[in-house]
């Protein structure tokens, strides 16, 4: 049973606290995420990672004083890879890139589920849920599944059969639920408070602490030599959340010596929070028609987009938007360097390209990009590529070969 420490959660915008073991995730007064303290005293439980989950190695950097292992679908890890082929292409010291594909269900969204449900059960919860386009879906239904929970699912009505069994084979109730997509969030909250229903959405702030572990792992795998620069593709605007306060925390704790600049990568066909940004707004605005084929990110209201705004423009990052066509182009050079990423995860590479042409990078700039979701997450994407294959007979294939093709 995992069991909270003491601690408050507090508004990302008026600083108000609230107890920990709340699970209405906004202010009662500003209506803006709230996230869990800092925390600004910890050191890394280094051991076997082979034997250890991510909630044991950063253990002192959660709310929580005891972990129920067998929530554990052995998430997070994942490597890091670089490629100097690419760097040297961009003009930058180092490019790497964090493979998220490799977590349980193939996205960064298990961390987050993992922290939520230690969450859900030390608050005694039995019934827990999600809002999803895909990727959470499938993970908090996979968690669902193993910690024995009553599992709801709510997803868009226009959700593909593609997207739709995934989910399904964990057997949550999954209910398509006709009408926006946006407001579900919002009243997803109301119909967990009604029916004692955990629902880890998106930015909530237990995911949060999730995310953070992708910036934990980065500051080992980088031996603590932080890089310059992090990009990470945005939806609800939770990770890049998670991720800043992780390098925060581990700056507060002494690990290391600085933060690095974020980088928010949206989608140009879904792009709220660039929107507010260039526009010097202070809250975003909801984006009518959303289009992109990076759909893991196609969120037209974020939640989170409001802290994003503020977090980005005090962290001296910056906000961009690639369009469709240099998603598809970057998920085929990213494939060149052995990494296949759903559509979302291009994003950031699309995005240091593109920044890259306006000579933002210095040449001894190191900068990491998040892929955020394997890419068989996304089959359908094949059609947008022009892929090749061979034919030949059993009788002249050593021909074929030999001939140089
Ligand atoms: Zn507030």
Not at 204 to 222: D, L, N, W, Y
Not at 245 to 266: Q, Y
Not at 298 to 308: D, K, L, Q, R, W
Not at 352 to 381: M, P
Request: aromatic content about 8%.
């Amino acid at each position: 049973m995992a069991i909270m420490k003491k601690g408050n959660l507090i508004c990302t915008k008026c600083k108000r606290t609230f107890p920990i073991e709340r699970i209405y995730p906004r202010c009662d007064i500003c209506n803006e995420p709230l996230e869990v303290e800092k925390a600004v005293r910890g050191k890394i439980h280094e051991g076997n990672v082979l034997n250890q989950t991510i909630l044991e190695r950063y253990a002192d950097f959660f709310p929580f004083t005891r972990i129920d292992k067998a929530i554990s679908l052995r998430e997070g890890f994942t490597s890091l890879v670089g490629s100097l082929k690419l760097a040297s292409e961009l003009g930058v010291e180092n490019i790497l890139f964090k493979n998220e594909g490799q977590n349980p269900t193939w996205s960064f969204k298990d961390r987050g589920t993992v922290t939520g449900m230690q969450h859900a059960i030390s608050l005694r919860y039995k019934k827990i849920g999600t809002v999803s386009t895909g990727n959470m879906a499938a993970s908090v239904a996979a968690y669902g599944a193993k910690a024995g929970c009553e599992t709801f699912i709510l997803v868009s009505a226009s959700l593909p059969v593609g997207k739709f069994n995934p989910i399904a084979i964990y057997e949550p109730t999954l209910i398509k639920v006709d009408g926006d997509y946006s407001k579900l969030y919002f009243e997803s909250l109301e119909v967990g408070r009604q029916n004692g229903i955990y629902f880890i959405n998106s930015d909530v702030p237990f995911r949060i602490e999730g995310s953070k572990t992708i910036a934990f792992e980065i500051c080992e795998q980088m031996h603590f030599e932080v890089p310059d620069y992090v990009v990470v593709p945005t939806s609800a605007g939770g990770n890049i959340r998670g991720i800043l306060k992780g390098f925060e925390e581990f700056r507060l704790c002494g690990l290391i010596d600085k933060v690095p600049k974020m980088i928010c990568a949206e989608a140009s066909g879904c792009s709220p929070i660039y929107d507010a940004y260039i526009s010097n707004a202070e809250v975003v605005s909801r984006v009518e028609n959303p289009h992109t084929i990076a759909h893991a990110i196609e969120n037209p209201y974020p939640p989170s987009g409001n802290e994003v705004l503020r977090r980005i423009r005090e962290n001296g990052g910056t906000i961009v938007t690639v369009t469709d066509e240099e998603i598809i182009q970057a998920q085929k050079q990213l494939a060149q360097v052995g990494i296949f990423g759903q559509p979302a995860s291009a994003v950031p590479l699309a995005a240091v390209k593109k920044l890259g042409e306006k000579a933002f990078f210095g040449e001894n700039d190191t900068v990491v990009c998040i892929v955020s979701g394997g890419g068989l997450k996304d089959t359908a994407v094949f059609k947008k590529h022009e892929l090749k294959i061979l034919n030949c007979s059993l009788e002249n294939l050593n021909e074929l070969i030999g001939s140089g093709l």
